[in-house]
């Protein structure tokens, strides 16, 4: 860096003042974007220059001593030093410039007018979600808006969270609310950001935003499947309500995406990639905490019964938690 | 108004010196402790006496009445909320509540006190990052976190039933969702009168809805 201590080369006079940023033929970001009044960036602006105020007190004392070896070396030693010294303003101006652009972009601010909605509004897009359109000839609109799905994408949590207690699923690694949590923003991220890019691919007009959105009120369904499988515990019901509930909200992705795609090659592996990813999605969340209940009930009444005669699934009202404990204490007293 | 009437110097400006010689209101010298700047001109007033240096709660920044007022805003759901109780930022209530809130869970036989200290670190959270990007006017953190803590007193009387009696039957569940259903109200009554968005009330109170359900979760099961 600066602070050259002694008579250094020509060039120590161009680097001896990069807190400036004069002289950088590199674009400064700071002149394009005006932020004025996002009191988040100005922090973060204060905070990086009173930072790289400190970094350069150290480099320029860790640079007083690299010159003197420079001196000693001659002619070579010169021309590295040189070198070095260029080199370390570039890292200097471009770790900058990437840090300024990264307290630019991670302000939450620009997540702001995709929460701007009315009770109203949320209420008329859960119902909607259920209905697919006819018309699929014309691109149908998508709102863009994040709050819905967030919240779609939380209750689902919820209820992931109450079927696994009332299961008494076990995870070994790691917890219940982290494999809850991990489980759903993990589909909702991941396979939006999958079905973006599939769309890229088969040049579908959809943004992400819009993605996300799709997919979050698609979870709709799944939340009421869930919510009513859980505590009522019948296989052939859970079917019904998988084809269903879970064929109505994907048959709305589906023609949604259809109405804004071309061509029958693109529609048919969009569409059949997202019917798949939703509604296999559906069927693991539901085989993935049932399968504990018969593996416990299994081993306490031996291996006589045939598992689909279970006691569980053909009670209907009884809270499988308690039937859990009352199986468990009769198999303590015996 | 027992809110009303002195200006809680929020922004750190120079406090006059003919308030600090009015020693009756009790409510008009509570040193906020997140705000800098008040305990320094308010001590160099007082001086280094014995006699003349002010109440420990006060100094601490804990007023009671404060505190009581919070605490049947919370209690009472049809009571409307006055907006510029928000204004001071106090843990000291929410602190208690969690404080009790574990100790009833711990007389039921669960010690969860880390579940506890996680979900409300991350719901409050959660919850200012939303409530930030959802109102006009911005939220501090102590504001989130001094609501959600007040409001957490409800799931007080659900754990302390849960000592009594298993909360996982139908009286249980019921018992569950209306208690659910007050802290939330509750919450949402009390942020929308703080931040003034009207017709987003149900809006604010699913999430409150969702992070106090998680907490029932722990309750009941």
């Excluded at chain 1, 917890?175 to 599939?198: D, E, K, P, Q, R």
């Amino acid at each position: 860096g600066g602070g050259a201590a002694g008579p250094g080369p020509a060039g120590a006079d161009t680097v001896s003042a990069p807190a400036q940023g004069g002289g950088s033929a590199v674009i400064d970001m700071e002149n394009m974007d005006d932020t004025s009044g996002s009191s988040f960036e100005d922090m973060g602006e204060m905070h990086q220059r009173m930072k790289e105020e400190e970094e350069e007190e150290a480099e320029g004392e860790a640079g007083a001593g690299e010159e003197e070896d420079g001196e000693f070396l001659g002619m070579k030693g010169l021309r590295g030093q040189l070198g070095r010294q260029v080199a370390d303003q570039m890292w200097q101006v471009g770790k900058r410039q990437a840090s300024r652009a990264f307290s630019l972009y991670a302000n939450i601010d620009i997540l702001r007018p995709y929460f701007d909605v009315e009770p109203v509004q949320v209420r008329a897009r859960l119902l909607e979600s259920m209905i697919p359109v006819k018309m699929i000839n014309f691109p149908q609109k998508i709102a863009g808006e994040l709050y819905g799905p967030l919240m779609l994408v939380f209750t689902l949590v919820a209820i992931l969270l109450h079927g696994m207690k009332t299961s008494d699923t076990i995870i070994r690694e790691g917890t219940l609310m982290g494999t809850a949590i991990g489980t759903c923003f993990g589909y909702w991220l991941g396979v939006s950001s999958f079905m973006y890019f599939l769309a890229y691919l088969c040049n579908a007009q959809i943004t992400m935003v819009q993605m996300l959105s799709l997919l979050g009120y698609g979870l709709f369904g799944h939340c009421i499947t869930l919510f009513v499988t859980y505590n009522i515990h019948f296989h052939s019901l859970f079917y019904i309500f998988w084809l269903v509930v879970g064929g109505l909200s994907t048959l709305r992705m589906v023609a949604v995406l259809v109405s804004r795609t071309v061509g029958h090659t693109q529609r048919l592996i969009l569409c059949g990639t997202l019917a798949a990813l939703h509604m296999l999605f559906l069927l693991y969340l539901h085989f993935a905490y049932h399968k504990v209940v018969e593996g416990i009930l299994d081993t306490l009444e031996g291996p006589n019964m045939p598992p689909f005669q279970r006691v569980a699934r053909d009670i209907p009202v009884v809270s499988n938690a308690v039937l859990n404990t009352t199986s468990k204490a009769i198999a303590l007293t015996l | 108004r027992p809110y009303g009437g002195y200006e809680y110097p929020q922004q750190g400006a120079f406090v006059p010196p003919d308030m600090m010689q009015q020693q009756q209101p009790y409510t008009g010298h509570i040193y906020q402790p997140t705000q800098g700047y008040t305990p320094a001109s308010a001590q160099s007033f007082y001086g280094s006496n014995f006699e003349d240096e002010p109440p420990l709660l006060e100094e601490l920044g804990i007023n009671f009445d404060h505190i009581w007022q919070k605490t049947l805003t919370v209690l009472h759901p049809l009571k409307v909320a006055d907006g510029s109780i928000m204004n001071e930022t106090d843990l000291a209530g929410p602190m208690v509540f969690c404080l009790a809130f574990g100790a009833t869970l711990l007389l039921a036989g669960k010690i969860q006190f880390g579940y506890v200290y996680g979900i409300s670190a991350i719901g409050c959270l959660g919850m200012f990052c939303l409530l930030n990007l959802m109102s006009m006017t911005g939220v501090s953190f102590g504001c989130v976190a001094s609501v959600l803590g007040y409001c957490l007193l409800p799931m007080i009387l659900l754990s302390s039933s849960a000592i009594v009696f298993s909360l996982q039957g139908m009286l249980g569940i019921i018992l569950t969702a209306g208690i659910i259903g007050w802290c939330s109200f509750s919450a949402s009554k009390i942020f929308i009168s703080a931040l003034a968005m009207e017709g987003q009330q149900l809006l604010v109170a699913y999430p409150c809805a969702l992070l106090y359900g998680v907490f029932a979760l722990i309750s009941v099961f």
